[in-house]
């Protein structure tokens, strides 16, 4: 029953939570997928990404942004990050700060390419961002999925849990059911 528990809470959760992370992982085999389900679906106020080679990524923002005059800080999504490596005054760096609490490390390079890191679970979420005047957006990778037949398998990254759904498409809608739970996602666009 506690592993039934755990299942459910890693589930779609894991991958909608508010939490964010950072680097690809890359699949070694290669997976099916339903050319129907690729593309981005919007949950609530969650928008994922299903790709044609097998990833599910999360997407945050387009949020606005702004580093501060002597470089130092950078303050997105309603927290306010200190520099920890780096200078000048762009994005390109190591920050440091907290969200919820929790000490968080998040790395953005020059080849555009992310990662943010819980540092008291050493949890990581790769991932990729970019900038467009004084707006952020981060795409960020929580899953790798395959198909078979009517059911996705998705292997949920960090905590190595399989999650198992029977879905159904159409052209503007993605019903994703795991344990009896029916989770609805809207066609989106990518953008």
């Given at each position: 029953m506690v592993e039934e528990e755990i299942k459910i809470d890693i589930k779609l959760k894991a991958?909608?939570?508010?939490?964010?992370?950072?680097?690809?992982?890359?699949?070694?085999?290669k997976v099916k997928v339903d050319?129907?389900?690729?593309?981005?679906?919007?949950?609530?106020?969650?928008?994922?990404?299903?790709?044609a080679n097998g990833y599910l990524y999360k997407f945050i923002g387009p949020t606005m942004y702004s580093i501060s005059q002597d470089g130092n800080a950078l303050?997105?999504?309603?927290?306010?990050?200190?520099?920890?490596?780096?200078?000048?005054n762009t994005i390109v760096g190591v920050w440091r700060g907290t969200e919820g609490g929790e000490p968080i490390e998040i790395h953005f390079r020059q080849d555009y390419?992310?990662?943010?890191?819980?540092?008291?679970?050493?949890?990581?979420?790769?991932?990729?961002?970019s900038t467009?005047?004084?707006?952020?957006?981060?795409?960020?990778?929580?899953?790798s999925y395959?198909?078979?037949?009517?059911?996705?398998?998705l292997s949920v990254l960090n905590n190595g849990g399989t999650v198992t759904c029977d879905y159904t498409v159409s052209q503007s809608e993605l019903r994703l059911t795991c344990d009896g739970q029916t989770t609805t996602c809207q066609k989106a666009s990518c953008k």
């Open positions: 991958l909608f939570r508010a939490g964010r992370g950072g680097g690809e992982v890359r699949l070694k085999k050319n129907a389900i690729v593309g981005c679906w919007q949950y609530q106020n969650t928008k994922i990404e299903l790709s303050t997105f999504d309603g927290m306010t990050l200190q520099r920890y490596q780096g200078n000048g390419t992310y990662l943010w890191r819980w540092l008291s679970y050493a949890e990581d979420w790769p991932g990729y961002y467009t005047s004084n707006y952020l957006t981060i795409r960020e990778q929580r899953a395959s198909v078979s037949g009517s059911q996705v398998v």
